[in-house]
């Protein structure tokens, strides 16, 4: 019989919702159990989710011996604290984007996956889609010709005080939050990172970005523009341009289970595709990987390319001036 992932959450976060159902309905995995800061929090929170164990502090949940994966969905500063220790306790790890903030902290990962033998995965639900899937095939096969140009947003009005998104030293800022997104289908199409990048923001009181817009240039001549905003009424797109056609994406981020985009070539072709639940995808691939051995759909030094750029991209705009990746 095949064997049975018991996940942990790791905190009580919003996004929890979301991963929740998939874990129910993956015949492979079983949700097993939630930490919070405070164990009444958890107590509540395992109550209402109906999961088995509760523990008020995460390190505890770490030291539980019957969780095999657990899912990090803390605010963006406190990833790699935790991926480390989680990997350090044995566990694999789906952790939610941005991974990391600095490129030195994903190398930690990198090997520290290694040493503990654990799979180490940026959360990144898209990239499971069948929308996704069928983008790379038409990459592949040719059917825009050789890909020139990639254009992407993710644009949408943040209306929570107190989030860790407008916090700096917490990781916040439109770029991390969501300009991850288009950065990161961009570097997924070219199948590298960016050698040259240039950004510029608009800063919100609290000092974070609150709009941010990028530009990268790559060593087989792609050019990439990206933008991302907390303060601008919510649109996302990717636009694929290739010596033969386009690929117009209006829904790249967020697919639901019967999405479509174009196929530009001398026409416009609809290209619909039948997906499965959007968070569904990453918690199979976690699964493929760690009981099948499986290659990661987003393995971690794709992540590193994409924090690698995104730092950049911050100190570009810090700068002013265009910075070598
Ligand atoms: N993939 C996606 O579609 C998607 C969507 C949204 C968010 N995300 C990612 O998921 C992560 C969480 O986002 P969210 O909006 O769901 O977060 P959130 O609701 O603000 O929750 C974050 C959780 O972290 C814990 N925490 C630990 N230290 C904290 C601190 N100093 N301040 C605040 N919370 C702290 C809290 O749990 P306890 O109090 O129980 O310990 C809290 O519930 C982020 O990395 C974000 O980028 C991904």
Redesign the pocket.
Known sequence: MEKILRWGLL??????R?LIPPLRSSRRNQLAAVA???LE??QEYAREWRIPSAYGSYQALLDDPKIDVVYI????H??VEWALKAAEAGKHVLC???IALRTEDVDAMLAASKTHNVHIAE?F?YRHHAQTLKVQELLETGAIGELQTAQGSFLFKLNRPG??RWEPD?GGGSLW?VGCYPLGYAIMAVGAAPVEVMGWQRIAPSGIDHTFFGQMRFANGVLAQIQSSFALPSFSNMELRGTEGALLIPDPFTPSQRSQFILQREKNHKVRVKGSELYLGEVENMSDVILNGAPARVPLEESRRIVQSLAALHRSAETGQPVKV
């Open positions: 905190g009580t976060a919003r996004i929890n979301s919070s800061r405070s929090k958890a969905s803390l605010p963006n406190l990833h939610e984007k941005p959360a639900m989030s860790y917490q939050d």
